[in-house]
């Protein structure tokens, strides 16, 4: 009821391979455009399901475009939330109205173990009229959200191309950009988060925007990041 979507898996769905997809104009239907229809154009989900919810979903060679509109809530090429061992490679992610692709852990210890790989991600965000004040209110290219610490454990994000992203109506600059990696609590990962090798150009505000926490973000790693 509260989801208009393009393609959606979610828990117990496992093992699924999303490839060669064309998924465009995803909210554009007058019952999307309520306030509390969140938009994706494909969706992986586990929902609470038991840590560390493997799903074993591949998204591959899929274009994704034009999803979402104005209305204060959330709007994502592609999300991955609450779910682990999934693929993302190969896409191509541009003109979502706020995010083009987000990875997020929801309950403790479920999102870890993701790669996210040669992704073109282009031309998101900016597209709303207003400042936007939907819960999540980020804008701009790819967004690494971890709200539970060990969530996020082992996910590598790598050799993704991120370029004319545009955040200026996210709800603050620290939710704005090309790569955004936002922590929400002082928690620590027992493996690693890798970021390495993307190339990252001409996004609005900026084209790398950390938010660590009150004590750091441990066991983050990041390297050749152009």
């Given at each position: ?98 995010v083009g692709l ?116 441990t066991n983050l ?6």
């Amino acid at each position: 009821e509260y989801c208009a979507n393009g393609l959606i898996s979610v828990w117990p769905a496992t093992h699924q391979i999303y490839s060669g997809n064309i998924v465009t104009h995803i909210g554009d239907l007058s019952w999307d455009k309520r306030s509390y229809v969140d938009r994706e154009g494909i969706a992986i989900a586990a929902f609470k399901a038991p840590a560390p919810a493997d799903m074993y979903i591949t998204v591959e060679n899929n274009t994704i475009s034009y999803v979402g509109n104005d209305a204060d809530t959330n709007n994502m090429g592609f999300f991955n939330f609450d779910s682990s061992s999934n693929i993302i490679r190969y896409n191509n992610i541009h003109h979502s109205s706020k995010v083009g692709l987000m990875i997020s852990d929801g309950a403790a210890a479920t999102g870890q173990n993701l790669q996210v790989y040669y992704n073109l991600i282009h031309d998101n965000g900016g597209s709303a009229s207003t400042i936007d004040n939907s819960y999540s209110s980020f804008h701009g290219g790819l967004v690494i959200k971890n709200n539970n610490g060990r969530g996020m454990d082992g996910t590598k994000v790598y050799n993704n191309v991120i370029y004319n992203n545009n955040g200026m109506n996210a709800s603050d600059d620290e939710k704005a950009g090309g790569l955004q990696i936002y922590k929400n609590f002082d928690a620590v990962q027992d493996a690693p988060i890798n970021v390495k090798n993307n190339i990252v150009f001409n996004n609005f505000p900026y084209q790398f925007r950390m938010r660590t926490g009150s004590s750091g973000f441990t066991n983050l790693v990041l390297n050749n990041n152009l």
